[in-house]
């Protein structure tokens, strides 16, 4: 006779679902980077490097995801960003953002694949493509590409610096958020927002250096228009494999862009998410979790 089965307990299964988390600091060039350390050490490593402004959080749960599948997933602050160390001379060049790159990736038992967001994704193309020996096992380009569009240049300095005296509530942070974002629905649980700004002096702050911003007039801080020549460069000497993941409605990285990537990089491979703007995992987080996991399996031992 077959026994019914006990009911499952709860608490077990959510312990063996749970994934081991670590806030940890990792050496930058010069500097202490913050990270979120998800899964075990002996798991491939996948750095996650996000856009200008943000902070480690902006992937979602693409920190557990990897983990779950047996990836030792890495989601840091970028110099002068979040709970990362500010830069002591004010540096925010792309040079200083590829050299914590580089020392990241360094650190690690292995060469990580690395997933870079705008500012994160030219870090870390600058880092693979000028640099001789071998990084990263792959790289993973989110909305960036060496031709980056002048509006959407344009729209995201205008919201980074429409604030600079902060915020009298975090509401109205979230309205300034879902006019920047209007195809994202605007959040009624504010308390995600705490992870990227900063209660000072009664009001709230986006949590990054200003001297980040700098009066720069570059995409993410950068300055000047985005060195396209550099990037082009650059880019031409990827070997490694490579991912663009694109937002549909995204207005930094338009259907030329992608075209002269797949030039520079013919081994280069192209997702494009729809219903995404710019912040990709942000707009499509499931979607793009999948996509750029999909590519990971399938590219890296």
């Known amino acids: 006779m077959v026994e019914p089965a006990e009911p499952p307990d709860a608490a077990a299964a959510e312990a063996a679902d749970a994934v081991a988390v670590a806030d940890v600091r990792i050496r930058g060039e010069g500097l202490e980077l913050a990270a979120t350390a998800y899964g075990l050490p002996e798991g491939s490593p996948v750095v996650f490097l996000h856009g200008g402004g943000q902070t480690r959080h902006a992937w979602g749960t693409a920190g557990e995801v990897f983990a779950r599948r047996g990836y030792h997933t890495w989601c840091v602050d970028l110099r002068g960003h979040g709970d990362s160390d500010w830069a002591p001379d004010g540096d925010y060049t792309a040079d200083a953002f590829a050299g914590d790159v580089r020392a990241v990736a360094g650190a690690l038992a292995r060469p990580p694949v690395l997933v870079g967001a705008s500012l994160g994704g030219i870090a870390s193309l600058i880092a693979v493509g000028e640099t001789d020996r071998s990084i990263a096992s792959a790289l993973v380009l989110v909305d960036v590409a060496p031709t980056i569009e002048a509006r959407g240049v344009e729209r995201i300095r205008a919201f980074m610096t429409a604030n600079p005296d902060g915020f009298e509530r975090l509401d109205d942070a979230a309205d300034a958020i879902a006019a920047f974002v209007p195809n994202r629905p605007r959040p009624q649980d504010l308390s995600g927002l705490r992870k990227n700004l900063r209660l000072r002096d009664g009001r709230w702050y986006w949590h990054w250096d200003p001297r ?79 996509a750029v996991l999909e590519f990971v399996e399938r590219v890296t031992p």
């Not at 950068?222 to 060195?227: F, K, T, Y």
């Not at 490694?240 to 930094?252: N, Q």
């Not at 259907?255 to 013919?266: D, Q």
């Open 212 to 290: 980040f911003l700098g009066g720069e007039s570059g995409i993410d801080g950068q300055r000047g228009p985005v060195n396209h020549r550099r990037l082009a460069e650059a880019a031409a000497r990827v070997e490694i494999p490579t991912l663009l993941v694109r937002g549909r409605m995204s207005d930094i990285v338009s259907e030329a862009s992608v075209e002269e990537l797949r030039t520079l990089v013919p081994h280069a491979e192209v997702v494009d998410v729809a219903g995404a703007g710019h912040m990709v995992a942000g707009d499509r987080n499931d979607v793009f979790n999948e």
